[in-house]
C-alpha cells in the first residue's frame, strides 16, 4: 500500500471528482441516490484502491463515511 503523505486521494460523487487530502471533509447533497467512489493514482494505475459505495440521502440527512468502510469494499 502506498504512503498516504505521497498520494493525493481523490473523492468522486456522481461522477465529479475533487482532489484532495486524506482527511475528513464535508460534501453537501441533495437529497436522493449518489455514488460515491475514492481513489488515488499511483505510478502505473490510475486508480489505485478504488472503492465504491451508493449513498442514500434524504432531506436534512447526514451521512458519515469512513475509511474502514471503504477498506472493507476494496477487499470484496
Not at 503523505?5 to 456522481?14: A, G, M, N, Q, Y
Not at 484532495?20 to 505510478?43: I, M
Amino acid at each position: 500500500m502506498a504512503d498516504r503523505s505521497f498520494v493525493r486521494l481523490t473523492l468522486e460523487v456522481d461522477g465529479k471528482a475533487q482532489s484532495g487530502s486524506w482527511r475528513s471533509r464535508f460534501v453537501p447533497l441533495a437529497p436522493g441516490t449518489h455514488q460515491v467512489n475514492v481513489y488515488f493514482r499511483y505510478p502505473f494505475k490510475t486508480r489505485c484502491c478504488a472503492a465504491g459505495v451508493t449513498v442514500q440521502v434524504t432531506d436534512g440527512q447526514k451521512v458519515t463515511l469512513s475509511q474502514y468502510v471503504l477498506r472493507s469494499l476494496i477487499r470484496k
